[in-house]
Structure formats: C-alpha cells, structure tokens
C-alpha cells in the first residue's frame, strides 16, 4: 500500500513534528508537503542560535534577511540567542537585524553575547537594548569579554519587567546596584551574577531580590546562610568562590528562610575547579 503523507490528519502531523528535537529533521519535514511545512516552520523558528564567523565565505550568516522577507516567521520567534563572535557590525547589518528584530513581537528572550576584547559593539547593542525594552522581553543574558562600560550598564539598569537576567563579565563595575535591584524585586525570579568585582557586596543588594527563587553567582562560600536568610523564595543556589579571595566578616545571622532543593558550591583553586 501506498504512502500517502498528504492524507495525515494536520492534528497528528503536529503531534508528531513536536517531537522532534533536530533542526536537521525539521528541515526535511518542512520539505515534504504543505501540511508537514506549516507543522515544522514554527518550531525551526522558534529559537534563533546566530553566531557570527569572520571567517565563512560570503553568504546569508543570519536570519534577518529571511525574516525580513518572510515578516510572518517572526511571530513565531521566541527566544534569540546572538553571538557577534570577534566580528564588528556595520551599519548596514545592523540595521538589517533590528529592522527583523522590531517584527519579533512575540520574543521573550534575548541572549547577547560579545567575544571581542573591545567595546566596539556597545553601540549595536545599546539600539539593541532599545527595540527589546519596546517589546517587553522577560529574560536576558549578557556575556562580554570586554567588561561592561558605565554607559551600557546604565541603560541596563533601565530595562524593566525582567523575570530572568544573566550577566557575565570578568571586567566591570557595576555601579547603583543596589538602585537597579530595588528596580528589578518585583519581577525578577532567576539571576546570573558571574562579576569579580562585585563579589565584596554579597549580599548587601541581593536581599533586595526577595522573589528570586534560583541565583547563581560568584561569592565567598561564608555568604550561602545570609542568602538562605535573605531569600525566603530560593529554591535553587549555585555558588561558585576562588579560595584565594578575600573572605568578608559574616554579616548578622538570621534563621534560613528559604527552602533550598538545589545547592551546588564551586571551588576554583588557581586553574582548576572542583
């Protein structure tokens, strides 16, 4: 008996499509009729992986020129994760991609990711930062290399209705802290804190956070009670200290009030982690 793929209830095919967990199979369903198309092309949209590669040969590196052409993909993208790599944007692509980013109505986290030693790229992503704020993303993750400037950590200091923020930077300072967490305690759930130069301030600020439920940072192992204190929501805590740090004076011990299902402590000794 004949295969007849076009004959499959479009409520089977989808069942069946969502199961799928490579890109590479949802491509060859797109491929096969229109039913199968319209069943796989949001899930192939719906979480952008872009890095940046200096050294392909010239071609279509990123999505935004297909969404620009194709303006309904974009309400099926959710999630973007974008790695500029060592590359530095010109004008011309960076319109490009705010151009398709402004269409992502539906997106609801951004992951940014610059591997530059220079600031070079803060430009593209303070405009970048501009279009998320209109469209009221819940999660973002930044990781620099070339640390923070004052002047991007200011406007991220204005992003508002954040439920999940991830920062990575081994060379920044982040000033008003504790102004930004006073900001962000209504709605923030999940942070990512991997900042040095911050780690003599835990948890002076973190207290702030009262809704966190996970937290990972970079702290002296004494700060876990304060935290287990501070936060009574803290479900998840991962922790992760150089023994070669200055360890602070405890700060005044109060009864945990958080009820911890997840502890994971690291500790980097020279190179080497355990």
Not at 87 to 102: F, G, P, Q, V, Y
Not at 187 to 198: D, F, K, Q, R, Y
């Amino acid at each position: 008996m004949a295969f007849h793929p076009e004959r499959i209830p479009a409520d089977i095919v989808r069942h069946v499509v969502a199961h799928l967990d490579s890109r590479k199979d949802l491509y060859r369903c797109a491929l096969v009729n229109k039913l199968f198309h319209l069943a796989a092309v949001p899930l192939l949209w719906t979480t952008l992986n872009v890095r940046m590669k200096p050294w392909a040969r010239p071609g279509p590196l990123h999505p935004a020129a297909v969404l620009l052409q194709r303006p309904e993909y974009c309400l099926y993208v959710f999630e973007i994760c974008e790695d500029t790599g060592w590359t530095h944007m010109s004008r011309a692509i960076l319109e490009e991609r705010l151009s398709a980013l402004r269409l992502c109505v539906n997106l609801r986290s951004f992951s940014w990711t610059d591997s530059s030693t220079f600031s070079e790229n803060d430009a593209a992503f303070l405009t970048h930062l501009d279009v998320l704020q209109q469209l009221h993303i819940t999660e973002l993750s930044v990781k620099v290399s070339a640390g923070i400037s004052p002047v991007v950590w200011q406007r991220l200091m204005q992003m508002r209705g954040l439920r999940s923020f991830s920062l990575s930077s081994s060379q920044c300072v982040l000033d008003d802290i504790s102004t930004w967490a006073a900001a962000a305690s209504s709605t923030m759930t999940h942070l990512e804190l991997s900042v040095a130069s911050e780690a003599d301030r835990y948890p002076a600020f973190i207290e702030q956070l009262h809704r966190l439920q996970s937290l990972r940072l970079d702290a002296p192992c004494n700060t876990i009670p304060d935290l287990l204190a501070y936060l009574p929501n803290l479900v998840a805590l991962d922790v992760r200290y150089r023994l070669s740090d200055r360890i602070p004076a405890p700060h005044h011990r109060r009864p945990p009030a958080a009820r911890l299902r997840d502890l994971t402590v690291h500790v980097v000794h020279g190179r080497t982690a355990a």
